[in-house]
């Protein structure tokens, strides 16, 4: 037997209580897996478990201070001294935001409604279950989103809509039009797809108001059991119908979002793979959502239902026959992110999360319907240890020497674009500082592409092309609107498992209107929302008896809409 080895201290809260409480991730010895300890004076010790492997998890914490994205790395946001939230009980119960919070928002995140048109088992928020309603006002949710529009030095680039339902409110389009209109770079609907699915007509709305992405709720394929246990009605037949309504109206972006519980559906992680592969022309991408667990619970029973982002690395690759070599930290694309964005003239944003909060990577599908990982087309690291090069000199406002720009490429390797790039070396001196740096770019990265010809001359690739010979954010959203898929996947916490490194790292923040101070907005990390935040506010924001639709009205349609969908 092994020593136990201890990774690394944090702060965590204890589940009975909520407070605050130091906690520490190490490797058990008998499990040989990570694990969480704590211990609250009051109610004892709790263990929860991090990871299956950790050599993997290891490795994600190294690469990602080699990168240079430290825990305590700070992209935090400028704020007026009226907009931060000053520190009374500490960590994580002054958020709003406080002053401790060390990375800025890249989402603004808006609960439109608490209604829903469902009655799930799993939910973080639905009025039929509370007994109350909350619904900002169209001003309110403007008023939200202007807050996160004007944040400094750069503002939040996503905007993400969600419940509740947000396809019960009638003025859905019109909240996504304005947030459009405000600047966001991508606006996004978070949604089970029951009114999608019934109604071509208002998936035509959404994708006329300028939708960019649908986040489907998705967590089975055809198994009506399973489909029961989550969501308490068999929504595969509707699941489909939303593609197809979103293929008819040219509808693309769609995210298959699963929330996967152990023993309950995660036998169905490579049917769900395997649907975003066949309808790769409409769904770009995966993101997989180990589940929260709300409640209290055993320690037996936790581990029963624990799913780890490791449990799903190792299913992943299991079902794609080993095409992941590595499942890299978010955090790690983040200089590619705010590179693209720059190349673009764009405010730059930066998904700096904690690298325990969650994973992404591209996985291909080729001419005959297969898999193919990108570490079969690019040596991922280099890629990134590159991108990270050149933004640290776009930042400092470094220039390069031409003679340096595209010493050691041999340019034979790439065919028919040869003479496109002797001539753009010719011009080199006449353009602009920011085309100066995205040939340099591209220079480099030519160095870590594998297989060059296949790449820039096969139409099943071409998309690789594009990105490759115009990096900007448009030629990436263009490459998941082919059949290259977005992999991924994001663990929120709960109570056992609340680690107040990563919930100050959060870079999904809940905007909402402060209860006791309507003119303030509050800016609240996702996980500490969901776990410590939600019931206080939401209770004070609750509508009058007379403003609301009754729980028992919502009820009774829930349970009609129910019977209309097994129909």
């Not at 680690?499 to 999904?508: F, N, T």
Request: proline content about 5%; charged content about 25%.
């Amino acid at each position: 037997m092994t020593e136990e080895e201890i990774l690394r201290n944090t702060t965590s809260i204890c589940p009975e209580c909520l407070q605050p409480i130091p906690a520490e991730i190490y490797v058990d010895p008998k499990t040989n897996w990570v694990m969480m300890r704590k211990n609250c004076k009051d109610h004892g010790e709790f263990k929860d478990k991090i990871s299956i492997s950790p050599e993997d998890y290891k490795w994600g914490s190294a690469y990602s201070e080699k990168m240079g994205f430290k825990t305590n790395i700070s992209t935090k946001p400028e704020y007026t001294k009226s907009g931060i939230k000053p520190i009374k009980r500490g960590c994580p119960y002054d958020c709003g935001i406080c002053e401790n919070h060390i990375s800025a928002p890249c989402i603004c995140l808006i609960d439109v409604t608490n209604r829903c048109n469902l009655a799930c088992p799993i939910c973080f928020s639905n009025a039929s279950a509370k007994g109350y309603v909350v619904e900002p006002t169209y001003d309110e949710i403007v008023q939200i989103m202007e807050h996160f529009r004007s944040m400094k030095p750069h503002p939040a680039a996503m905007l993400q809509v969600a419940g509740g339902e947000p396809t019960v409110r009638a003025d859905l389009p019109e909240i996504l039009r304005k947030g459009k209109e405000l600047g966001f770079i991508e606006t996004m609907v978070s949604t089970n797809g029951v009114r999608m699915g019934k109604s071509l007509d208002y998936t035509r709305k959404l994708h006329e108001a300028g939708v960019d992405a649908i986040y489907l709720q998705f967590d089975a394929t055809d198994d009506p059991e399973t489909w029961k246990k989550i969501r308490g009605v068999n929504l595969w037949p509707l699941k489909k119908k939303v593609i197809e309504n979103c293929r008819e109206v040219g509808q693309y972006g769609v995210m298959l979002v699963p929330t996967v519980a152990k023993g309950v559906n995660d036998h169905q992680v490579g049917n769900i793979l395997d649907f975003a592969k066949d309808n790769a022309d409409v769904v770009s991408g995966v993101v997989f959502q180990p589940v929260s667990l709300c409640g209290r619970i055993s320690f037996e029973e936790l581990m029963d239902l624990r799913y780890t982002t490791s449990d799903l690395k190792v299913a992943i690759n299991e079902h794609m026959n080993g095409q992941f070599g590595k499942f890299y930290p978010l955090a790690t694309t983040s200089k590619f992110t705010k590179l693209l964005a720059w190349f673009d003239n764009k405010p730059e944003w930066s998904p700096l999360s904690h690298r325990d909060c969650g994973f992404a990577s591209i996985v291909v599908v080729n001419e005959k319907g297969e898999w193919e990982g990108i570490d079969k087309f690019f040596d991922v690291d280099g890629l990134i240890k590159w991108t990270n090069k050149v933004y640290d000199m776009v930042y400092n406002r470094e220039i390069p020497k031409p003679t340096s720009f595209f010493k050691g490429i041999d340019f034979s390797r790439f065919g028919i674009i040869a003479e496109t790039v002797g001539k753009f070396v010719d011009e080199i001196s006449d353009v602009s500082y920011r085309q100066m740096m995205k040939g340099y770019y591209f220079a480099g990265l030519t160095r870590h592409i594998k297989n060059p010809q296949k790449i820039l001359t096969s139409k099943t690739y071409q998309s690789f092309a594009g990105l490759v010979l115009n990096p900007s954010l448009d030629s990436a959203g263009k490459f998941l609107h082919t059949k290259n898929l977005m992999i991924g996947a994001m663990h929120f916490q709960d109570a056992y498992n609340f680690d107040l490194q990563r919930v100050s790292s959060c870079l999904v923040h809940y905007g909402v209107i402060d209860p006791d101070d309507r003119s303030r907005v509050l800016e609240i990390p996702f996980c500490a929302m969901n776990t410590i935040h939600r019931e206080n506010i939401e209770r004070k924001l609750a509508l009058k008896d007379e403003e609301a639709e009754k729980p028992e009205v919502i009820q009774s349609k829930i349970e009609s809409l129910l019977d209309s969908v097994e129909d």
